[in-house]
T-cell receptor, first 113, second 114 residues
Framework: EDKVVQSPLSLVVHEGDTVTLNCSYE??????LLWYKQEKKAPTFLFML????IEKKSGRLSSILDKKELFSILNITATQTGDSAVYLC?????????????FGSGTQLTVLP | DGGITQSPKYLFRKEGQNVTLSCEQN?????MYWYRQDPGQGLRLIYY???????QKGDIAEGYSVSREKKESFPLTVTSAQKNPTAFYLC?????????????FGDGTRLSIL
C-alpha cells in the first residue's frame, strides 16, 4: 500500500522565520511528488517534482526531491502571515493512464505577526 | 475563466437520505476525481474517471456512487449506506498520464448530518 508521511503535523512561527516541511513516501512505480497549499478551500498547486536533486523555486518557496532516500522538503523563507495554511504532499504512481495521488495528512503552518 | 465548479458549498443530509454533489469542469480534462477530507487528515480517493461512461473505485468507495455521462460533469452521490458522511468533499480534474500537468481542484462541498 502506498504511503506518504508528513512532518511536523503543525508548526507555529513568527513572520520572517524560515521553515522546512518534510515529506517521506513509500510507493510502487513512483512517477512524481507534488506539493499543494490549502487555505480552507481548494488545494492550490505549488510544485511537481520528478527528478532527484533538482530544486524548484517560486519566490520564497523552494522544494527538492531525493528519490534514493524517498523524501522531499518544502522550504519557505522570510515567512509572512499569508503563508499560514495546510501544506499537502502527494505522490503520484504510474498505473496505466490513470493518475492516482496518495496524500499525506498535511502540515498546518501558522505564521504569527 | 477555466476551472472546476463544485456545488453546493454546504449540504446537510438527514439520516437515510441520498444526496448528490455536483462537479463541473471547463478545462477540457479527460480525467476527474472525487476525494474526501476529514479534519486533520489528507485527501482520500473515492472514485475516479478517465473517460466518459467509465469510472473506477478509489480507496474508500463504499457508500458512494458516481456517473460520467458527459466529459465536463462527474457528480458524486453519497448514499444512505455511507454511515459517516460528514466531511469535506473535493473534486479534481487532470490531463491523463504523459503530462506534467497537476490535478486541479474545485472549492469543495462541506457535507454535514442533521
Amino acid at each position: 500500500e502506498d504511503k506518504v508521511v508528513q512532518s511536523p503535523l503543525s508548526l507555529v512561527v513568527h513572520e520572517g522565520d524560515t521553515v522546512t516541511l518534510n515529506c517521506s513516501y513509500e510507493v510502487t512505480n513512483f512517477r512524481s511528488l507534488l506539493w499543494y497549499k490549502q487555505e480552507k478551500k481548494a488545494p492550490t498547486f505549488l510544485f511537481m517534482l520528478t527528478s532527484s536533486g533538482i530544486e524548484k523555486k517560486s519566490g520564497r518557496l523552494s522544494s527538492i526531491l531525493d528519490k534514493k532516500e524517498l523524501f522531499s522538503i518544502l522550504n519557505i523563507t522570510a515567512t509572512q502571515t499569508g503563508d499560514s495554511a495546510v501544506y499537502l504532499c502527494a505522490v503520484e504512481a504510474s498505473s496505466g493512464s490513470a493518475r492516482q495521488l496518495t496524500f499525506g495528512s498535511g502540515t498546518q503552518l501558522t505564521v504569527l505577526p | 475563466d477555466g476551472g472546476i465548479t463544485q456545488s453546493p458549498k454546504y449540504l446537510f443530509r438527514k439520516e437515510g437520505q441520498n444526496v448528490t454533489l455536483s462537479c463541473e469542469q471547463n478545462l477540457n480534462h479527460d480525467a476527474m476525481y472525487w476525494y474526501r477530507q476529514d479534519p486533520g487528515q489528507g485527501l482520500r480517493l473515492i472514485y475516479y474517471s478517465q473517460i466518459v461512461n467509465d469510472f473506477q473505485k478509489g480507496d474508500i468507495a463504499e457508500g458512494y456512487s458516481v456517473s460520467r455521462e458527459k466529459k465536463e460533469s462527474f457528480p458524486l452521490t453519497v448514499t444512505s449506506a455511507q454511515k459517516n458522511p460528514t466531511a469535506f468533499y473535493l473534486c479534481a480534474s487532470s490531463i491523463l498520464s504523459g503530462s506534467n500537468q497537476p490535478q486541479h481542484f474545485g472549492d469543495g462541498t462541506r457535507l454535514s448530518i442533521l
